[in-house]
């Protein structure tokens, strides 16, 4: 009888430590190039990419969830999923709240769009989108800022002339530049944020090892770089 | 989804609009009316219960009832709907998580607050970290119901506590007269009669509701809203085979063409019951029927 119970214990622990190597990655699904959702209404793009690959490289099982970005620092503390892999910046201020792996694209620059190419981006209206790190440098230099809940809506802001430019990262911006005549990149590029990372709970520190671990043999042997270019998100290290 | 659909540059606007509203995508957007449907299918009935349960406490003799009743009224209809959706949902959430915890966990040395995290063992997590994806989003589903049900409860139970009191008192009277007891007045005489009191104040909370359900969107759900300003955004032609400029202004006219339709159906309906309900009660309706039958002036 002692023996069963015991065995029945072991297979229940063994059963529950082999599940709890699901890890669900939290992404937003609205910034190409980065994610996206796909014609299929799968998630998409170089994070997901990405994603897919170091969890490989992990030995982990991923799940992908989507949330918008307003509440997806709040989301991951509170445990709704483990990971933010959404294009999010590192900077002090995220630092104080959640931990971030290791930067899995360098500094990239965030570019301005508009309308025509001479607008004094100090003198007029920059749309961005809340919480991001261009949010925050156009009120830092107290230039007049107008926030967005999705980049999407920043945009739309700059082509019915709420806004006079955009302010978002290149990669995101180029595309659109391409494909629409009526809207141009200016010549001014900013620098801004510590490169892309994945955030992870602060007491997770072995989830953040263990990606640590996987980013860093991508960098190594060059297939970060190869995704990079790819999908012509940021420049390579 | 057509077999015409391999190369959509190709094809003529009717072919391609064929193609590009039947993208596994699009069957989202679909889908989510289904899950709005069902949202007001089982709120409806539930708000419903806590409403009818609230005003019987609220009505009730026993004064600590009759407090707890009328303090739920009070403090649920006195929060905004916004700031009670995105706090309790979190609250609730971590509260039986915490309950799971203490239950599955007895011997976790650690805090559960650590700094900012809410952390419990893997496998007070609910739903669990390993479950499919369709579990979280059920579980997503049903706090949303949960928390829907118990805002609209308390204003229904604010409207069926001023029918309760609009029954003619006389017909209390005489049913005390028949020797009934309290409890028989209650569900004989006063429930069927005060829902002709009842129901205009719940055919508004009825709208309000099908009007309110964008709100799942800030819990998380994909409802149409969601749907609609993920599909109407700009299509690059990098990242889709349907390139598009911005239509969201034609999704939610979708949209709004839906609810529309939602409340007029609705309105029809609920005036159908309406004169149901008022056959043979003392209310203008009501006598208006009578005199409509051929009764005396």
Same mark, same amino acid.
């Given at each position: 009888m002692k023996k069963l119970i015991l065995a029945t214990a072991a297979l229940a622990l063994s059963a529950g430590l082999a599940s709890a190597d699901t890890v669900r990655m939290g992404t937003e699904g609205a910034y190409p190039p980065w994610n996206f959702i796909n014609d299929n209404g799968q998630v998409d793009g170089f994070e997901r990419e990405l994603g897919d690959e170091l969890c490989k490289r992990a030995e982990l099982t991923c799940e992908w969830v989507t949330n918008e970005w307003d509440s997806i620092i709040p989301n991951l503390v509170s445990g709704n999923y483990d990971v933010i892999i959404a294009g999010m910046s590192i900077t002090a201020e995220r630092e104080e709240v959640i931990d971030f792996t290791q930067n899995y694209t360098p500094p990239d620059p965030s570019a301005y769009l508009a309308m025509s190419p001479d607008v004094d981006v100090e003198n007029s209206v920059i749309a961005a989108q809340t919480n991001t790190i261009q949010a925050a440098f156009i009120a830092e230099h107290g230039w007049t800022l107008v926030e967005f809940a999705t980049p999407e809506e920043t945009i739309a802001a700059v082509r019915n002339g709420e806004a006079d430019a955009v302010l978002a990262d290149k990669a995101y911006l180029a595309p659109v530049a391409a494909e629409e005549d009526g809207l141009v990149l200016l010549e001014r590029e900013e620098m801004i944020g510590g490169g892309v990372g994945m955030g992870v709970r602060e007491s997770d520190g072995e989830l953040k090892a263990k990606f640590d671990a996987a980013i860093q043999s991508m960098k190594d042997d060059g297939s970060?770089?190869?995704?990079?270019?790819?999908?012509e998100v940021a420049t390579t290290f | 989804m057509f077999n015409f659909c391999t190369d959509p540059d190709t094809l003529p606007t009717l072919q391609w609009f064929a193609c590009?509203?039947? %993208?596994? /995508?699009? #069957? &989202?957007?679909?889908?989510?009316?289904? %899950?709005v449907l069902l949202l007001l299918a089982i709120t409806a009935p539930a708000a419903l219960l806590f409403g009818f349960g609230g005003a019987s406490a609220a009505r009730s003799r026993i004064l600590p009832l009759s407090w707890l009743g009328k303090a739920y009224i009070a403090l649920v209809r006195g929060v905004p709907d916004i700031a009670?959706?995105?706090?309790? !949902?979190i609250a609730l959430d971590q509260a039986l998580e915490w309950m799971r915890h203490q239950v599955k966990c007895p011997d976790w040395d650690q805090p559960?607050? =650590? &700094?900012?995290?809410? !952390? !419990?063992?893997? =496998?007070? /997590?609910?739903?669990? &970290? %390993?479950? $499919?994806?369709?579990?979280?989003?059920t579980y997503g589903f049903s706090l949303a119901v949960l928390t829907f049900a118990i805002v609209f409860g308390a204003f229904a139970a604010n409207v069926l506590y001023g029918a309760m009191r609009a029954v003619p008192h006389a017909q209390i009277e005489t049913a005390e007269a028949y020797g009934m007891s309290h409890r028989q007045t209650f569900w004989r005489i006063l429930? $069927? =009669? #005060?829902?002709?009191?009842?129901?205009?104040g719940l055919s508004n909370l009825w709208m309000v509701l099908i009007k309110a359900t964008p709100l799942l969107f800030l819990l998380g759900v994909e409802d149409i809203v969601y749907w609609a300003r993920e599909l109407g955004g700009t299509a690059n032609p990098r990242f889709t085979d349907y390139p598009h400029g911005d239509w969201r202004m034609w999704y939610f006219l979708a949209l709004l063409i839906f609810y529309l339709g939602f409340t007029r159906v609705s309105e029809l309906v609920l005036d159908r019951i309406m004169r149901r309900l008022s056959h043979g009660q003392a209310t203008a309706g009501g006598e208006a029927q009578r005199r409509a039958a051929g009764g005396p002036p």
């Amino acid at each position: 009888m002692k023996k069963l119970i015991l065995a029945t214990a072991a297979l229940a622990l063994s059963a529950g430590l082999a599940s709890a190597d699901t890890v669900r990655m939290g992404t937003e699904g609205a910034y190409p190039p980065w994610n996206f959702i796909n014609d299929n209404g799968q998630v998409d793009g170089f994070e997901r990419e990405l994603g897919d690959e170091l969890c490989k490289r992990a030995e982990l099982t991923c799940e992908w969830v989507t949330n918008e970005w307003d509440s997806i620092i709040p989301n991951l503390v509170s445990g709704n999923y483990d990971v933010i892999i959404a294009g999010m910046s590192i900077t002090a201020e995220r630092e104080e709240v959640i931990d971030f792996t290791q930067n899995y694209t360098p500094p990239d620059p965030s570019a301005y769009l508009a309308m025509s190419p001479d607008v004094d981006v100090e003198n007029s209206v920059i749309a961005a989108q809340t919480n991001t790190i261009q949010a925050a440098f156009i009120a830092e230099h107290g230039w007049t800022l107008v926030e967005f809940a999705t980049p999407e809506e920043t945009i739309a802001a700059v082509r019915n002339g709420e806004a006079d430019a955009v302010l978002a990262d290149k990669a995101y911006l180029a595309p659109v530049a391409a494909e629409e005549d009526g809207l141009v990149l200016l010549e001014r590029e900013e620098m801004i944020g510590g490169g892309v990372g994945m955030g992870v709970r602060e007491s997770d520190g072995e989830l953040k090892a263990k990606f640590d671990a996987a980013i860093q043999s991508m960098k190594d042997d060059g297939s970060l770089n190869a995704m990079i270019t790819k999908w012509e998100v940021a420049t390579t290290f | 989804m057509f077999n015409f659909c391999t190369d959509p540059d190709t094809l003529p606007t009717l072919q391609w609009f064929a193609c590009f509203l039947t %993208t596994g /995508k699009h #069957m &989202g957007f679909y889908a989510s009316f289904g %899950t709005v449907l069902l949202l007001l299918a089982i709120t409806a009935p539930a708000a419903l219960l806590f409403g009818f349960g609230g005003a019987s406490a609220a009505r009730s003799r026993i004064l600590p009832l009759s407090w707890l009743g009328k303090a739920y009224i009070a403090l649920v209809r006195g929060v905004p709907d916004i700031a009670f959706f995105l706090f309790f !949902v979190i609250a609730l959430d971590q509260a039986l998580e915490w309950m799971r915890h203490q239950v599955k966990c007895p011997d976790w040395d650690q805090p559960i607050r =650590q &700094g900012n995290d809410f !952390v !419990v063992c893997a =496998q007070a /997590k609910l739903p669990l &970290g %390993t479950a $499919p994806q369709w579990v979280h989003e059920t579980y997503g589903f049903s706090l949303a119901v949960l928390t829907f049900a118990i805002v609209f409860g308390a204003f229904a139970a604010n409207v069926l506590y001023g029918a309760m009191r609009a029954v003619p008192h006389a017909q209390i009277e005489t049913a005390e007269a028949y020797g009934m007891s309290h409890r028989q007045t209650f569900w004989r005489i006063l429930v $069927p =009669q #005060m829902w002709v009191y009842a129901l205009p104040g719940l055919s508004n909370l009825w709208m309000v509701l099908i009007k309110a359900t964008p709100l799942l969107f800030l819990l998380g759900v994909e409802d149409i809203v969601y749907w609609a300003r993920e599909l109407g955004g700009t299509a690059n032609p990098r990242f889709t085979d349907y390139p598009h400029g911005d239509w969201r202004m034609w999704y939610f006219l979708a949209l709004l063409i839906f609810y529309l339709g939602f409340t007029r159906v609705s309105e029809l309906v609920l005036d159908r019951i309406m004169r149901r309900l008022s056959h043979g009660q003392a209310t203008a309706g009501g006598e208006a029927q009578r005199r409509a039958a051929g009764g005396p002036p």
